[in-house]
């Protein structure tokens, strides 16, 4: 089945510094939906953005994401974490048929300190 | 706009008992969900429901059962709970926009058994 792979369980970085998350996935569908969402203390998961669109930038909010297909990956990107950039992060796949079910990764943790 | 609630916020069971958590959402969503949300493991699908009275089973779905009563509601049973089991249930809906779902979480139910 679909799956999703986040390799870090967590983050640390200086406020300041560039954030890179790490997404790749594996699916067989050609066409795949790659979203990010992310979850703040004591809060919901809430879309942060979303591609289906090979090696098109999509950007929300200071963050970005390429969906490469050749590679099937969707890093989450940042010039520069601020403090309130802490939070959850998954990374999920949906199959473009369905529309409807999400498989998500098993999370990034993002610390920021000063 | 609208929102998702989830009833209760916290549940305490005891071992073997069987427990409902319950979800209202006035989005008017076709589509309502249930996830398990365990530290790092990421969101796990339970069940979902693409319509009333419909209802589809995740990769989570074994010990738990679900009802879709109306468009509004989506309801999760836990059949059995499980000694020092912990984790927080995540109700969410969607709807289709550019031709892909977008999910809306509500605040979750975290549940403890002793």
């Known amino acids: 089945g679909d799956s999703v792979t986040q390799t870090e369980g967590l983050v640390t970085l200086t406020e300041g510094l560039p954030v890179m998350l790490n997404c790749t996935y594996q699916?067989?569908?050609?066409?795949?939906?790659l979203f990010w969402y992310v979850q703040h203390l004591n809060e919901s998961p809430r879309l942060l953005l979303k591609?289906?669109?090979?090696?098109k930038r999509t950007e929300h909010q200071g963050f970005h994401a390429t969906l490469h297909k050749s590679s099937s990956s969707f890093h989450l990107q940042k010039s520069s974490a601020q403090l309130s950039d802490s939070a959850l992060y998954y990374c999920?796949?949906?199959?473009?048929?369905?529309?409807?079910?999400?498989?998500f990764g098993q999370g990034t943790i993002l610390k920021v300190y000063l | 706009g609208g929102i998702i609630t989830q009833t209760p916020k916290f549940l305490i069971g005891q071992e073997g008992q069987k427990l409902t958590l319950k979800c209202q959402q006035n989005?008017?969503?076709?589509?309502m969900y249930w996830y398990r949300q365990d530290s790092g493991k990421g969101l796990r699908l339970i069940y979902y429901?693409?319509?009333?009275?419909?209802?589809q089973k995740g990769d989570l779905s074994e010990g738990y059962d679900a009802s879709r009563e109306k468009k509004s509601s989506f309801s999760l049973t836990v059949t059995s709970a499980q000694k020092n089991e912990m984790a927080v249930f995540l109700c969410?809906?969607?709807?289709?926009?550019?031709?892909?779902?977008?999910?809306?979480f509500g605040p979750g139910t975290r549940l403890l058994v002793l």
């Open positions: 699916t067989i569908y050609s066409n795949p939906f």
């Open positions: 591609s289906f669109t090979d090696n």
């Open positions: 999920a796949l949906s199959e473009t048929s369905s529309g409807q079910k999400l498989v």
């Open positions: 429901s693409i319509t009333e009275n419909d209802l």
């Open positions: 969410a809906s969607s709807i289709l926009t550019d031709n892909q779902d977008t999910q809306y």
């Open positions: 989005f008017n969503h076709d589509t």
